[in-house]
């Protein structure tokens, strides 16, 4: 079957770095993806990782290791703003499946 | 630049009553998807399509149906409505899912549909 996890819901204040984690095991594997969802709006793509290791972008990176079925979203000098849901996506052949996704709350 | 256009934004039906929910996007993209979103669920597949006039069956595909007549565009129906379709509709457009594996899924601004 298709699974993947992440935490239900996170809080860190304002200026630090947070890590949310996502693990998955799925049939199949071309990519994972890290989307950003502000309350009452769509999801909006933030990272694509489908080689081991680090992408960086900005204050954002995610980390892939496919041997483990893990994979992390970094969050540094955390805004305001960054207050969201994070959606962690595997794509084994095609199609996306999604986790629940991850609630920040970024406290002053 | 408009992307993936959903219509309606909002829409409450009573239970039985039947309605179509319209997603165009003007990207030239290949697959569409229709998704559901609900609290603790995250996003499920409901259906996709591939290209014009192919459509598939995702996780969730019981009580909808789908068409894709045009590129363009991606209708998703609701032949019956019950209680349980009370939910948050998002529909998305992308590349070729794994000829362009990094090209992501663009997401409409959604549909936010009450069966009462």
């Known amino acids: 079957g298709q699974n993947i996890d992440q935490p239900t819901e996170m809080t860190a204040t304002e200026g630090a770095i947070v890590q949310i984690n996502c693990t998955y095991q799925?049939?199949?594997?071309?990519?994972l993806f890290w989307y950003q969802q502000h309350a009452g709006e769509a999801p909006t793509f933030l990272s694509y990782?489908?080689?081991?290791g680090l992408e960086e972008k900005g204050r954002f990176s995610s980390f892939l290791s496919r041997s483990k079925g893990y994979s992390y979203l970094l969050l540094k000098e955390l805004q305001m703003k960054d207050s969201a849901s994070y959606l962690c996506?595997?794509?084994?052949?095609?199609?996306?499946?999604f986790g629940q996704g991850t609630e920040l709350s970024v406290k002053p | 630049n408009a992307g993936v256009t959903q219509t309606p934004k909002f829409r409450v039906l009573k239970t039985g009553q039947s309605m179509t929910l319209l997603c165009a996007q003007d990207?030239?993209?290949?697959?569409m998807y229709w998704y559901r979103q609900d609290p603790g669920m995250g996003l499920r597949l409901i259906h996709y399509?591939?290209?014009?006039?192919?459509?598939a069956k995702g996780e969730v595909p019981d009580g909808y149906n789908v068409s894709r007549l045009k590129k363009q565009n991606f209708l998703l129906g609701l032949e019956s409505a019950a209680p349980s379709q009370t939910s948050v509709y998002f529909c998305?457009?992308?590349?070729?899912?794994?000829?362009?594996?990094?090209?992501?899924?663009?997401f409409g601004d959604g549909t936010r549909l009450s069966i009462l």
């Open positions: 990207m030239n993209h290949e697959y």
């Open positions: 990782n489908v080689l081991d």
């Open positions: 799925t049939s199949g594997f071309n990519g």
């Open positions: 996506a595997v794509r084994p052949r095609g199609k996306l499946i």
């Open positions: 998305a457009s992308s590349y070729l899912g794994d000829s362009f594996s990094n090209q992501p899924q663009h």
């Open positions: 399509s591939v290209g014009e006039g192919t459509t």
